[in-house]
């Protein structure tokens, strides 16, 4: 539980320099209305496919279709996270035109909110 603590402190103290930094040379970190959807049903919403998605990619990572010296820690499931949400990102902005990089980061940083938040939730129940 002291691990968790820390790792997520060390993350919240990485937000607030990214947000800080962001501030300061005047980059848009936080997603404008455009990217929200305005359905009244929560699962349409664009951000909510991919939070959802994150913790779909977080259970994907620990079953035994992973290697288990790569699913038995933490630190390891949310890289693999990344590294697929990533390339997931990474190609849609390569191949569908005019696609905006930001949306990428912002559907990149809503996926890995939800693997950590997996990780949460499956830790408190005790899995």
Sequence with gaps: MRNICQVLVILVGLLLGIVVFSQ????SLWPDSAWWHSSKNVLENHPTAHLLGGG???LIARGPWVAKSWR?????????????QGAWESFQVLEIKNYPVKSGVWDL???????????????????
Aim: aromatic content about 6%.
């Design 24 to 27: 300061a040379q005047q980059i």
């Design 56 to 58: 779909a990619v977080n």
């Design 72 to 84: 038995n820690t933490v630190w390891k499931r949310l890289a693999w996270c990344g590294v697929l």
């Design 109 to 127: 940083e809503a996926g890995m909110v939800g693997c950590l938040a997996t990780e949460g939730l499956l830790k408190l129940i005790g899995k």
